[in-house]
T-cell receptor, first 113, second 117 residues
């Protein structure tokens, strides 16, 4: 089954720096989403990019999607200590009309004050 | 709007026991999905309920079963618990999609942390 795989697995930066996380997946998708999770709690939806979009912005977040390479990236600009969390990409299938989300293992981001 | 709520927050069980987890969807949502998240991993899809029926199922054994009630709330039941069932169980609610290419955002609850000893 398709699966998003993020890299790096862990990322540590200083406050004010930019953080870039990458995600690769295996099969055709309708959409790709990024979620944030604080310390094993619930997931918070950050941004959704549709398969016919190449780039999307939301505040300090910038997401790109390259369907030819089956990859996406999440850029967080001017990071803050409060951005410390795990970030997951999730895809939903197109081939079977699936609504289920398939998550990668996530990138653990630490922003040091 | 309370959003998606789950109960209990934490649960400790022993091997072989049975457990029931509960989820109340966000107001107006009719679809509930359940995910299992092991420590250090991403969430894994268990199943989805719509109109009180299981509509889709992930790669989980029959020990995992569920139910959706007329008010759209849902339960996840796990029988014959194994140590490997220890995980954070997440519930997500959404509106049913209208066609193959539309999408309605899934809203996640805070999860139930299950520990099996």
């Amino acid at each position: 089954s398709q699966q998003g795989e993020e890299d790096p697995q862990a990322l540590s930066i200083q406050e004010g720096e930019n953080a870039t996380m990458n995600c690769s997946y295996k099969t055709s998708i309708n959409n790709l989403q990024w979620y944030r999770q604080n310390s094993g709690r619930g997931l918070v939806h950050l941004i959704l990019i549709r398969s016919n979009e190449r780039e999307k912005h939301s505040g300090r977040l910038r997401v790109t999607l390259d369907t030819s390479k089956k990859s996406s990236s999440l850029l967080i600009t001017a990071s803050r200590a409060a951005d410390t969390a795990s970030y997951f990409c999730a895809t939903d299938g197109r081939e079977d009309g699936s609504e289920k989300l398939v998550f990668g293992k996530g990138t653990k981001l630490t922003v040091n004050p | 709007d309370a959003g998606v709520t789950q109960s209990p927050t934490h649960l400790i069980k022993t091997r072989g026991q049975q457990v029931t987890l509960r989820c109340s969807p966000k107001s107006g949502h009719d679809t509930v999905s359940w995910y299992q998240q092991a420590l250090g991993q991403g969430p894994q899809f268990i199943f989805q309920y719509y109109e009180e029926e299981e509509r889709q199922r992930g790669n989980f054994p029959d020990r995992f079963s569920g139910h959706q009630f007329p008010n759209y709330s849902s339960e996840l039941n796990v029988n014959a618990l194994l140590l490997g069932d220890s995980a954070l169980y997440l519930c997500a609610s959404s509106l049913a999609i209208e066609d193959l290419y539309s999408y309605n955002e899934q809203f996640f609850g805070p999860g139930t942390r299950l520990t099996v000893l």
